[in-house]
């Protein structure tokens, strides 16, 4: 197959780490051309200037995502920040195909979008049609979308340990619990004080505490499966390390076997699922063995208060989280072997 | 005041990281003059082979704990693994005060510690007159105590947070989920790989998932106040950093303002508390605001879910949560100012 | 292409960190199937029990060296530590093409070898065949060896840096000073404790100051360019952080415009290379860009003291360091594409 | 003694990292009382709301230079940034002894400072007046000065462990050779993308390479021992720890016995300083081993080029190298014991 045959892919706001491991795996995908790389801060130069580790690939300047001439483009990643999407994938021809990584199209309800957003969403139509991008739980809607709205890092860890746990009924929808850390990359490499290596290194704290807005979104997808409108407890910590996330989930089971019954829901419910790998029994899921790859790695355990459960889910926030299933729902869309592209192991150490 | 009145200290285990924290802190300490420190595995070589950074404080070499003159010493600190400690300390001349670092005899039930250490207790008259070192609740009784059992890092912190809220009944003790996290300093000097830089930088995991040790002992004294049998959800987790620990913890109110209620019980509680702070409403605690002291700070957020808080307690786990708690008792056993040498800032970053 | 006319691959001494970056490579690469896992202590055991993130990937349990059918094999990698690799390459049979990743073919010289190994060398007609796999100098006898001997991590980052400059004349081969840096997986997976977490984080120390094994492997190549007998001044580092290594070489010019000159061999040896990247003027080469690669970043700068120059080199360890390099003299040696398989680009942050 | 008797300390730039170590040092200090923090930028606030592990100390709020009484006050240490302490300290009134941590005052030779710094001094008058606070070489001028400009990090640790190998004549001036590695705080609190966590972790790199500032200060002692211009070789590197630096220095001897003659001549100028420690024969100094003190360790080895020797040198940049200095400096000043408030052991792991 020739260069010509590739899939002609732009990446809008190229110059974040979403962009960054986007194009690290864009890069060498088979069936990807890169056309575009826009970031309006940095038009004008290379891509090395802002991504040094990205300069020999020979990839196009950054320029700005008003001068793109996108006949030139089959699909766009959208990579802004949350509230700056809407407006420019408004704008954006309607031949092409967009995979927003952006919270801009995750939630259904506008009124939910407009609470934790703080201004009415600008683009309500398109928000209607954009499928949510949670790959193993979509995958029909996503073949056939315009728009896909990735999950966020912590929505994606979440809901691929919990989906299976309440469509079977093994918990209780109303007593989730989920502690979750994060590296820093989580924040984006916007520069802030609170992100400064010697304020980060040798630490955690939490953040977000009862306010993040990961969890309105956990929410509308664990409602729908429960048929019920649920609030979880959702808490988010930052760790001294770049990548990965991992979730504890404590739960109360439904049932006297909570534990069997859960690891039964989750091993049917994966066997075939490329990326989701129910560990071993007792294997207790780490973050490092995910690093840099499009896995989520699950596992569930007995706790010492009979009925509870806990239930370890990880995964890269860059990637499963971000990146890597912004590029799995790629390959949905264009009719590609889901996997291509993605069978990179973790690097570890 | 000279040397010669000053109280003549050994520390058996002093090649541990317990040991050298209690070394660092003792050796500066005003009222302390170290007489002998025991390691029996290093016995003969000087301190500084063990710990080049001790090397120049002219401090004795390392011996057996079986060769020390305990004739010429008023106090013992005991930093021994868990379930040697018993043994030693049996041995020791009844002139000594004891203060000890292990787990040995902080479980008042000794059917509980045979179930937990997986042996009986091997000196269960002693352990029937240790005193519980968690000096904020025991202060009266540590000041008469000729054995102290220095509560573990978790219990601490888990604790400080929980014990007013149950006393107050700001809580309902029969749903309390602990997510710990740690710095490796927790898990010793012993030469594991699961402990190699390599398996554990730029990663976090669970582990002893509702197994660990440290859940008795939080029971048990959750479960005194309670005035109910209780067990927790304690589920600790291994963070990529050398020294701290923080504790989110997932309550239910019994009434209607919780998180005003829990505040208030905490604030009086510890209003005179020279090492536990309440931090200001809406102040994250993080484990860099108490590196290297021995301050434990806490705080409280309303959750989402109406009705239940999260309070978050964090302290570094080898001072408050180890060396500086046990010479908190000692300077209480001997009659000093509560505070004398662990003045300490926080060397953040 | 199916799996039956693709290369079998044994690789020996698969539990250490460089089999596991190897086999990280090696199951995506197109042209390889995995046959053979060998890690004697660990004989019985699935390869996820070792490496957990490698458990999906389905290959074959650990096995004995000795208990494997090399007849099924057409090329073995060997990743066992230094010293016992020459007794078991010994006994391999002689239609496999074998690569080595261990120091005990590197030193041509069996008198330099036995005075930094302790020990006669113990297959010297093997060593005598070996032929020294630093790729991009000796690609053509890489191509007909049976033997490749990979170089020490250190060796290529060095010798990638200095050798067109010996070559060139554009150095004093007399003043050389190698000053290396290199993160924790260096040291490989043995349980030590100076290796332990807690040893490392949140510090630095040199290490085999003057008595590193590395330095008679950069001598041997760099006095056979000079056409004299030249020693150097080589003190590694440790650093807290698990991949990447960086030299910092301080040379002195032969003529007047050194760093032009320099700067010069350097961009035109590299023109063509495909894992060697002389990184544009002022710009810093730093071992994050090139993680999880087979790239080797290099950069020249004038130093303050006229005529003098700096060489900044850097790889990571476990790739051009190590098992990439490996690979890059295997698709050598089976007349495939240098770069297949290699084609991963920086986990960047 | 009463807090009326205690010296009354103004720390002028209190919110940087400097700032923020010398209160953590201050704060215990026996003869200290602080009376003044300023900060301009964060004028209003409290100290806590800057930096929270200070929350607790009692200090005063953070006010503008320019409000602060400073009759109410006998000395003031001054952490601006450079090139802006020097019309601040100008505008002082003359009853302050002031200790300077800036670089403003370190250069004797307005030419060489007008060329580093880029503009012409501003105070040349106080600059001639001001003393190089080194303190193990300027002790006696330093108890009379009334401005003392302590050293910046790098110049502490080179010029301890050159200046006794230079006045004794056992190394080559003309051949100095350092390698400088420094933790993250050393570039300050600062708020730029290069010191965010993910750019730093996990990652190495050189800076400022041949054009650091800190070299012409180090030039500037070392010729003024050697009596003749000197030019030296000086490297920094960023290292991925928040604290610490080592400088290996490469040198050539003068005579043929160089390491034994460096070792004398260290150990002799050393014997009696309360803060320099040459380190045992063969012992390696490593950040790790001064984290959070005042002590400076080095040591020599032999290189394994005849005549050549490797010094190393490591102090904690915030302390021996800033404001652990500072303190010492500011004992001397008033007639102090020189150790007092410094006698903080490593905190180590």
Known sequence: MTDGSKIRVGIIGA??????????????HPQIKITALTANAHAGQSLGAVY????ALGLPDLV??????????DAVFCGLPHGTSQEVISALPSHLKVIDLSADF?????????????HSHRAPDLQSKAVYG?????RDDIAKADLVACPGCYPTAALLGLLPLLSSGVIDPTDIVIDAKSGVTGAGRSVKQANLFSEV??????????????????????SKIAGQDVLVNFTPHLMPMNRGE??????RGAGKNAE???RKALVERYRDEPFVHIVGDGDVPATRHVRGTNYCRVNVFADRIPGRIIVVSTLDNLVKGSSGQALQNFNLMFGLTETLGLEQQALFP
């Open 134 to 138: 949670l790959t193993e739980y979509y």
């Open 15 to 28: 110059s974040g780490y979403t962009g960054a491991d986007l194009i690290r795996l864009a890069a060498v």
């Open 201 to 222: 290194a040798e630490g955690i704290h939490p953040y977000g505490i009862a306010a993040h807005r990961h969890a309105p979104e956990i929410e509308q997808e664990v």
């Open 106 to 118: 995750r939630l259904r309800n506008t009124k939910t979008y407009a609470e934790w957003y703080g």
């Open 52 to 55: 040094p580790h990205l300069s």
């Open 64 to 73: 700005k995502t008003d001068d793109v001439d996108w006949s030139q483009t």
């Open 260 to 262: 069997a019954e859960a």
């Open 246 to 251: 991992l979730l504890t989930m404590y739960l």
